[in-house]
Nanobody, 112 residues
Framework: QVQLVESGGGFVQPGGSLRLSCAASESIFRSDSMGWYRQAPGKQREVVALIRKIGSSTYADSVKGRFTISRDNLKNTVYLEMNSLKPEDTAVYYC??????WGQGTQVTVSS
């Protein structure tokens, strides 16, 4: 059973930055896809960013130009660099590893 452990969440003011990390308990080198989802109160879980084995990535329209996803296969870790954060980015952020593995989530709160 693969374990994914997120870290880096917290409280930040609008316009601030955070970096999320997701450490996997096994190699991610062969993982077809890894990424981040988020779920705000009262809303469905939505994809934020995905990065594929070949390195290509996709982003939700709402975060394009502000968030950057990356992966370090040697450290079995995926990162989400979040800049210019907005209150609407407030959510629990979940790490995802294909085909169906999830982390426990880390809270991100953006508020003044």
């Amino acid at each position: 059973q693969v374990q994914l452990v997120e870290s880096g969440g917290g409280f930040v003011q609008p316009g601030g930055s955070l970096r999320l990390s997701c450490a996997a308990s096994e190699s991610i080198f062969r993982s077809d896809s890894m990424g981040w989802y988020r779920q705000a109160p009262g809303k469905q879980r939505e994809v934020v960013a995905l990065i594929r084995k070949i390195g290509s990535s996709t982003y939700a329209d709402s975060v394009k130009g502000r968030f950057t996803i990356s992966r370090d296969n040697l450290k079995n870790t995926v990162y989400l660099e979040m800049n210019s954060l907005k209150p609407e980015d407030t959510a629990v952020y979940y790490c995802y590893k294909s085909p169906s593995y999830w982390g426990q989530g880390t809270q991100v709160t953006v508020s003044s």
